[in-house]
T-cell receptor
C-alpha cells in the first residue's frame, strides 16, 4: 500500500544552520507533493509544493527536492531561525488527484 | 484577515452526546474539508465539500455528518460521540481540490 513517512522524528539544529527534513513515499503514481508546518497549538500552514514533473522548487528560505527514482522528498530550510521550530510533515496526492496522504511529521527544534 | 475560523476550540463530551463543530472561511474558496489529527498518525480526511450544497466522504467518515448550506460555512456533526472520536479536528479550505489548503486553529475534542 501507499505510505508517507519521515526518516527522523526529531531534528535539532543550531540557529543559523541549514535544516534538511526528509520524507519517503511509496506510491510512484503520486503527482503532487506538499510540505506543511505546524506550530504547537496551531493548524498546519502550507509551506511549499512541487509537482512530480519537477525535481526542485525554491521558495523564501525553503527548497523542496524530489527524487522520484528513490521516492524521496526533502525540505531544506536555509539559515534556520527560532521561529522555524515546529512539526513539519509532507503529503502526497494520489488517486487521480482525489486523495491526499499525510505523513506523521518531524519535530524541528532550533537551538540558540 | 480571518482566514479559516473554527468554533469551539475545546470541548468535552460524554459518550452518546451530540455536537456540531463550526467552520467559516472568508476566502471565497470552493473546497472545504474536515480532518482529524491523532498522535502518531497523519491528518486523515473525514469529509469534504467541492462547493455549496455538496458533501463527500473522505478516508474516515463513519460517525460523522457534514453540511455545506452556505459557501463560507462547513459544519461537522457528531450524532452520538464515542471515545474513539477523541481527537483534534481541523477545518480547511482551498481554491483547488486538496491543494494549498488553509487550516483553522483546530478543535480539541475529548469524549469521556
Amino acid at each position: 500500500g501507499e505510505s508517507v513517512g519521515l526518516h527522523l522524528p526529531t531534528l535539532s539544529v543550531q540557529e543559523g544552520d541549514n535544516s534538511i527534513i526528509n520524507c519517503a513515499y511509496s506510491n510512484s503514481a503520486s503527482d503532487y507533493f506538499i510540505w506543511y508546518k505546524q506550530e504547537s497549538g496551531k493548524g498546519p500552514q502550507f509551506i511549499i509544493d512541487i509537482r512530480s514533473n519537477m525535481d526542485k522548487r525554491q521558495g523564501q528560505r525553503v527548497t523542496v527536492l524530489l527524487n522520484k527514482t528513490v521516492k524521496h522528498l526533502s525540505l531544506q530550510i536555509a539559515a534556520t531561525q527560532p521561529g522555524d521550530s515546529a512539526v513539519y510533515f509532507c503529503a502526497e496526492r494520489t488517486g487521480g488527484g482525489n486523495k491526499l496522504t499525510f505523513g506523521t511529521g518531524t519535530q524541528l527544534k532550533v537551538e540558540l | 484577515n480571518a482566514g479559516v475560523t473554527q468554533t469551539p476550540k475545546f470541548r468535552v463530551l460524554k459518550t452518546g452526546q451530540s455536537m456540531t463543530l463550526l467552520c467559516a472561511q472568508d476566502m471565497n474558496h470552493e473546497y472545504m474539508y474536515w480532518y482529524r489529527q491523532d498522535p502518531g498518525m497523519g491528518l486523515r480526511l473525514i469529509h469534504y465539500s467541492v462547493g455549496e450544497g455538496t458533501t463527500a466522504k473522505g478516508e474516515v467518515p463513519d460517525g460523522y455528518n457534514v453540511s455545506r448550506l452556505k459557501k463560507q460555512n462547513f459544519l461537522l456533526g457528531l450524532e452520538s460521540a464515542a471515545p474513539s472520536q477523541t481527537s483534534v479536528y481541523f477545518c480547511a479550505s482551498s481554491y483547488q481540490l486538496l491543494l494549498e489548503a488553509f487550516f483553522g486553529q483546530g478543535t480539541r475534542l475529548t469524549v469521556v
